[in-house]
Nanobody
Framework: VQLVESGGGLVQAGGSLRLSCAAS????????MAWFRQAPGKEREFVAT????????NYADSVKGRFTISRDNVKNTVYLQMTSLKPEDTAVYYC??????????????????WGQGTQVTVSS
């Protein structure tokens, strides 16, 4: 499974960005997808995950109400809509996937496939 993120960039605090992650190499609807992020000097942390059908989502408390994860199983793409961005959201954002998991997975070690990451920088 190959994952390719896009959509990162520089934005002012309070602004919005939408990240995309295109998947290939497997039937997309069989893959649980997630977003993680890693700031300099910090461990990779969970941001959001979405079930294979897209019906169920889970978020880290730090982004709840500001970020929205969604997926399009026809376009083989998962999205992360980020609003009300804060400087502390600055990080490299990674999409991750695990095939055929119905469980809510919030740890990085639970995912088998990773994208290369996209930088998000929020200026104050």
């Amino acid at each position: 499974v190959q994952l390719v993120e896009s959509g990162g960039g520089l934005v002012q605090a309070g602004g919005s960005l939408r990240l995309s992650c295109a998947a290939s190499g497997a039937t997309f609807s069989t893959i649980r997808m997630a977003w993680f992020r890693q700031a300099p000097g910090k461990e990779r942390e969970f941001v959001a995950t979405i079930s294979r059908s897209g019906a169920l989502t889970n978020y880290a408390d730090s982004v709840k109400g500001r970020f929205t994860i969604s997926r399009d199983n026809v376009k083989n793409t998962v999205y992360l809509q980020m609003t009300s961005l804060k400087p502390e959201d600055t990080a490299v954002y990674y999409c991750a996937g695990r095939i055929r998991s119905s469980r809510v997975l919030t740890t990085a070690t639970a995912y088998d496939y990773w994208g290369q990451g996209t930088q998000v920088t929020v200026s104050s």
